[in-house]
């Protein structure tokens, strides 16, 4: 066994079979230290050995060690007072009371507190007490291990109920459309970002769509992304027109957001003919109109209004767009086309991604579904990005499919 004499020991790869177990006794006695040092020698497991004669001292600095040996009767700390302390000081390390105190009682509590194992000084031998630091290190590390899978486990459940929020089940009933909606999350792939979508059909009819972006990462700007798009939804329900839809979801914005944050909003009304729609854009990037002949353009965003959120009482002038039978209508957020290309500086663009989910429709077979191609989509741009996107990506294909057109007629 090798002896050091600073309370805090070298990084060093955490102990497994065969690798040191890195020990920091907080002892105040000299002899009582001599003896563990000499018990540490006898259970035959290399330990590398520090020490520290008050908690003051093992305090002082970031403890690195697996496994602290702790005496209850210090000059600064009493009982389990230095127990509580050291686990908040040190809460990944595992914790071995060696006491003179043989009170049973005390030994539960200790445990109960924390600890992971009690041992009295005049019942321990080498032996033992070697098996008592490589378990209550193993016992440390299970420990952290349920831990983390139970926050990865909350966290997964958070994320699947704001994905449900952002993310929800269209309310279509016309067979003659024909939905298809991927998201992906950015690089970070843990946290949600503020995009999402959504499509309803009233009675009359009519369909509306939308799409938005709130800037920015995480649970704040996601929760904010669901209160929009359930605002949204239930304002579309109600009825209203949809200049004074997206006023009220301004409103929304600005009422809930717990820091400046502005939101993207794209929305589409189709009319119950699906002959013509009614775009209007809020700082968004055009939608993509597909023709049944293959050929896409960008609707004009002439009359691009500014995001949610920037100017108090703006106002977002629409336009009309003329649709013939067969077309197809792709909404997205701006994560798709602000992917690098070349491996430089240069960024997709919305055209280019445009050229590419064109020329992808193109090569799909008659077979293959609209999802497969946005998936197609996003593994082509993040092929040019040489990596995962920054951002989140969110896509909406409405599609008009003419020969059921023809059927209902």
């Not at 066994?1 to 890195?22: C, I, K, N």
Request: with cysteine; net charge negative; proline share 6%.
């Amino acid at each position: 066994m090798e002896r050091d004499t600073s309370p805090v020991l070298p990084p060093a790869v955490p102990a497994t079979s065969g690798s040191r177990l890195r020990v920091l006794l907080i002892e105040d006695d000299d002899g009582d230290a001599l003896i563990v040092e000499e018990l540490l020698a006898d259970a035959a497991v290399p330990a590398t050995l520090a020490r520290a004669r008050t908690l003051a001292e093992a305090l002082a600095g970031p403890v690195v060690a697996d496994c602290i040996l702790l005496d209850l009767q210090l000059p600064d700390a009493m009982g389990l007072t230095g127990l509580t302390r050291l686990r908040q000081h040190a809460p990944g390390t595992a914790v071995v009371v060696l006491t003179g105190q043989n009170d049973e009682t005390t030994g539960v509590a200790a445990v109960a507190a924390g600890a992971q194992d009690y041992l009295g000084k005049n019942q321990v031998d080498g032996p033992l007490l070697g098996k008592a630091l490589r378990y209550a290190w193993e016992r440390k590390r299970t420990e952290q291990v349920e831990q983390q899978l139970l926050q990865q486990q909350l966290l997964a459940s958070e994320n699947s109920r704001l994905e449900r929020g952002l993310l929800p089940s269209p309310l279509l009933a016309d067979p003659r459309l024909e939905l298809a909606s991927k998201y992906r999350p950015g690089r970070n792939g843990s946290l949600l970002g503020g995009d999402f979508y959504d499509a309803v059909e009233l009675t009359d009819g009519t369909v509306h769509l939308v799409i938005g972006d709130v800037c920015g990462h995480g649970p704040d700007e996601a929760a904010l992304g669901v209160a929009l798009r359930i605002a949204w939804r239930a304002l579309v329900l109600a009825g209203m027109p949809m200049a004074d839809v997206l006023a009220t979801v301004e409103r929304v914005l600005v009422h809930e957001r717990i820091r400046p944050l502005f939101a993207t909003l794209c929305t589409v009304v189709v009319a119950p003919d699906r002959r013509s729609a009614r775009m209007s854009l809020a700082g968004h990037p055009p939608p993509l109109l597909i023709g049944r002949d293959g050929t896409g353009r960008l609707l004009s965003g002439e009359k691009l209004g500014v995001p949610l959120g920037v100017v108090p009482d703006a106002r977002w002038d629409p336009l009309d767009v003329d649709l013939e039978p067969g077309w197809s209508l792709v909404l997205y957020t701006d994560g798709i086309f602000e992917g690098r290309v070349g491996g430089g500086a240069e960024r997709l663009g919305h055209e280019e991604m445009a050229r590419l989910l064109v020329e992808l429709l193109g090569e799909a077979g008659p077979d293959t579904g609209h999802g497969v191609v946005l998936d197609r989509l996003i593994t082509r741009v993040e092929e040019l990005n040489a990596g995962p996107l920054d951002d989140d990506v969110a896509l909406t294909m409405l599609t008009h499919l003419e020969d059921r057109e023809e059927a209902a007629e």
